[in-house]
């Protein structure tokens, strides 16, 4: 079994998203190299998705949807949570985006939104590929029988930003087994009812628009079969308003790799309701902690991620992100993982190679063995491969600032 398994938490020490710019700043650690901070490759591969984003500055009008895929860095979105933030109180808010209720299928979930529920779901996460059950856009999915479930969602808003919603959109699994789900506001009035036979719209896609943004719905089971209605089964939900501006999407699921998201069954099918201008991949911590970690196959599950989402999303930038340097468990305790230089590599070598660009974490951070600074800077958890709220939160700051780097220097040479 694979070391990627057990990386299943984000460390405890949740810190607000609306920390102040000198609280993230990199500058007051001299082990984090901000003078390579940028987007490598970027003047051509990533001329496409500047453009949008200069056109929607410039008009106040359209969106930009960005697409953030990775493992248990991604999931908690502190890192994607903070890049979020800053993109669109620059560039304007289109919504929080896509979710899944990680708390209903007991794990880890962002701080900007909360869900509960009254019975137990089934639940399974991609990394379980073999298991019962099929996956989809969040790499997670959740099902049960019990026909009175219910899952009560509830948005938080962030500094800056509102995310009540005045469309829901709900990618659960449709057909004659499936019960029917009624959209329930915080009254109790239902607002909407998805049924389960409707695929004229979409085989996985239920939507209702409100009239006025809300704040917390409530999802029920609503039988109107008794002969064959089953069970409901629910792959992501996608939380929208009517504003010009970015909606940043992220997709993380714990002990990721890349080919457990091309090993899930409809994860490039329901990718494309997305429309994805912009795709983030960040992992490879996971293949770096493997027994058997090997370059080329590494390479062969890279490509056929990224070949997967060029097809489902063909207008989509890919950006790939190299993992952070980490330590790996080993008899004589925790240890320097050369592994994780490895797969920086072959990260780079497959983005020079496809004309794709890429941002360096691992060495912005500071290269091999850098996780201990960051540890005794007390940015990162005990573990020396995960962050803290804090660390995550720099990180973000750093791709951030890349990203603009990037993008201010398109709009110079116009």
């Not at 479930?149 to 509102?162: F, R, S, T, W, Y």
């Not at 970015?246 to 990721?256: E, F, T």
């Not at 983005?351 to 500071?366: A, F, K, R, S, V």
Request: aromatic share 12%; with cysteine.
């Amino acid at each position: 079994m694979k070391f990627s398994i057990f990386l299943l938490s984000i460390c405890a020490g949740i810190v607000a998203v609306g920390q102040t710019t000198d609280s993230l700043s990199y500058r007051q650690y001299p082990f984090i190299k901000g003078e390579l901070n940028r987007i490598e490759n970027d003047s051509i591969a990533m001329r496409f998705f500047y453009k949008k984003m200069y056109e929607l500055q410039d008009s106040k009008k359209g969106r930009v949807d960005i697409v953030h895929i990775g493992d248990s860095h991604i999931q908690a979105d502190h890192f994607s949570g903070l890049i979020r933030q800053k993109i669109q109180l620059r560039f304007g808010n289109a919504g929080r985006g896509l979710i899944f209720p990680y708390r209903v299928a007991k794990s880890n979930e962002p701080v900007s939104y909360k869900t509960s529920t009254n019975v137990v779901w089934e639940s399974k996460r991609n990394v379980f590929y073999e298991k019962p059950l099929p996956i989809g856009v969040s790499g997670f999915t959740i099902e049960t029988a019990d026909s009175a479930a219910e899952i009560n969602l509830m948005v938080k808003d962030q500094p800056g930003l509102g995310y009540a919603f005045t469309k829901f959109t709900l990618f659960q699994e449709k057909g004659l087994r499936n019960y029917d789900i009624t959209v329930c506001d915080e009254y109790n009035c239902e607002r909407a009812r998805f049924r389960s036979i409707d695929t004229s719209a979409s085989n996985f896609i239920s939507q209702v628009k409100f009239d006025k943004p809300v704040r917390q719905i409530i999802l029920r089971n609503k039988v109107t079969d008794t002969l064959h209605q089953k069970t409901t089964r629910i792959y992501g939900m996608m939380l929208e308003n009517d504003s010009a501006g970015v909606l940043y999407n992220m997709i993380g699921v714990n002990g990721a790799e890349y080919r457990h998201y091309t090993k899930s069954k409809y994860f490039i099918q329901q990718l494309s309701y997305l429309n994805a201008d912009l795709v983030i991949l960040s992992m490879g911590t996971n293949e770096g902690f493997a027994a058997d970690f090997d370059r080329v196959e590494f390479y062969h599950h890279i490509d056929t991620l990224v070949t997967g989402i060029q097809k489902a999303c063909p207008n989509a930038t890919i950006l790939l992100t190299t993992p952070a340097d980490s330590f790996r468990r080993t008899r004589k305790g925790r240890v320097k993982n050369p592994d994780m230089q490895e797969a920086r590599v072959t990260i780079i070598n497959y983005c020079l190679q496809h004309n794709l660009p890429y941002w360096d974490l691992y060495e912005i951070m500071g290269g091999y063995g850098s996780m201990m600074k960051w540890f005794t800077a007390q940015l990162s958890a005990k573990d020396k491969v995960h962050f803290n709220a804090k660390g995550y939160q720099i990180q973000g700051n750093l791709f951030y600032q890349a990203l603009m780097g990037g993008y201010e220097k398109y709009v110079r040479g116009k």
